[in-house]
T-cell receptor, first 110, second 117 residues
Framework: KNEVEQSPQNLTAQEGEFITINCSYSVGISALHWLQQHPGGGIVSLFMLSSGKKKHGRLIATINIQEKHSSLHITASHPRDSAVYICAVSPSGNTGKLIFGQGTTLQVKP | GAGVSQSPRYKVAKRGQDVALRCDPISGHVSLFWYQQALGQGPEFLTYFQNEAQLDKSGLPSDRFFAERPEGSVSTLKIQRTQQEDSAVYLC???????????????FGPGTRLTVT
């Protein structure tokens, strides 16, 4: 079993829909990261959080440390949101290396 | 300011050839990470530097993989006698600092896509 699991693996939505991507992890962490990767492009950090909730524009990330679960929400989705969204954790007491989930491929159709 | 850069962006190597992949981190960033991303998968950790010291190389898949960061800035990942299973995107990331208690945001380069034929 992977230490970081994401669901769903693939997601297709219509423009304007509310989207949720889930991440569960099995190790103790110092932080959880949500990352975005466009085809052929590099990885961009969206959020780094260790508790509660963060919001940036139409993106919201939440984390429940007790349940070892995080969600990434996209409100009013747009075709330009189409990308791979990756959840990654920084294990506590570690060097800062990240353990990644397998990614969620999101396609938003106009 | 300049982000993390990697070169080459694409590399095709014949099986058995040696390759060298370069990473230029953000100026002043203490920590540097190498990750390997197979097609359709999430990245996997290879190795980590704090300044010039290689503090963790537990993710290097074999002794054919070697990384260095001699002056604490630019890093090179070298793969000797490449095999087809080495085909992947190699990502470099840097961050300001790292510790076991706090995490810092990592900034990723565009990656080098290595294809071994």
């Amino acid at each position: 079993k992977n230490e970081v699991e994401q669901s769903p693996q693939n997601l297709t939505a219509q423009e304007g829909e509310f989207i949720t991507i889930n991440c569960s992890y099995s190790v103790g962490i110092s932080a959880l990261h949500w990352l975005q990767q466009h085809p052929g492009g590099g990885i961009v950090s969206l959020f780094m959080l260790s508790s509660g909730k963060k919001k940036h524009g139409r993106l919201i990330a939440t984390i429940n440390i007790q349940e070892k679960h995080s969600s990434l929400h996209i409100t009013a989705s747009h075709p330009r949101d189409s990308a791979v969204y990756i959840c990654a954790v920084s294990p506590s007491g570690n060097t800062g290396k990240l353990i990644f989930g397998q990614g969620t491929t999101l396609q938003v159709k106009p | 300011g300049a982000g993390v850069s990697q070169s080459p962006r694409y590399k095709v190597a014949k099986r058995g050839q040696d390759v060298a992949l370069r990473c230029d981190p953000i100026s002043g960033h203490v920590s540097l990470f190498w990750y390997q991303q197979a097609l359709g998968q999430g990245p996997e950790f290879l190795t980590y530097f704090q300044n010039e010291a290689q503090l963790d190389k537990s993710g290097l898949p074999s002794d054919r993989f070697f990384a260095e960061r001699p002056e604490g800035s630019v890093s090179t990942l070298k793969i000797q006698r490449t095999q087809q299973e080495d085909s992947a995107v190699y990502l470099c990331a840097s961050s300001e600092q790292t510790s076991g208690v706090f995490s810092y945001e990592q900034y990723f380069g565009p990656g080098t896509r290595l294809t071994v034929t």
